[in-house]
């Protein structure tokens, strides 16, 4: 529930930001973040930097997740908070569908049902 509430609010957060500064710019404070959150992980869990295949997956993920925080927030300077939000929120269809073709998970009809109802949701709220 934190994570639901915290994109929702960053979402409202980056609009505001975005009326005094470009997206470039808002982007340069992400690392910081990420950074601190880093240096907490190390200190309070003895985190250790991942080398090998995970450490691979894990720089694949983070290519993915800062390429798509960019692309965020370069579409929230073309268009309403209320609409870039919701479309950007149908990532999950593109995990049902990843999950089924690379991690043999079952594509059921409650999750397809699930995916659609998601479709029609970002359809509705963009509009």
Not at 8 to 17: D, F, P, R, W
Not at 61 to 68: H, I
Not at 85 to 100: E, F, L, M, Q, R
């Amino acid at each position: 529930m934190a994570y639901v509430v915290l994109l929702g609010i960053s979402g409202v957060t980056a609009k505001l930001a975005l009326r005094t500064i470009s997206w470039q710019q808002l982007l340069l404070w992400v690392p910081l973040m990420y950074i601190g959150f880093c240096v907490a992980f190390i200190l309070i869990n003895g985190t250790s930097f991942p080398l090998g295949v995970g450490g691979a997956w894990a720089a694949a993920t983070a290519f993915g997740a800062s390429a798509s925080l960019v692309l965020f927030l370069y579409a929230l300077t073309k268009g309403p908070a209320s609409q870039v939000t919701p479309a950007s929120s149908a990532y999950p269809i593109v995990t049902v569908i990843g999950s089924a073709l690379f991690l043999a998970e079952k594509l059921t009809w409650i999750r397809g049902i699930g995916t659609a109802l998601v479709v029609l949701g970002v359809v509705l709220l963009s509009r």
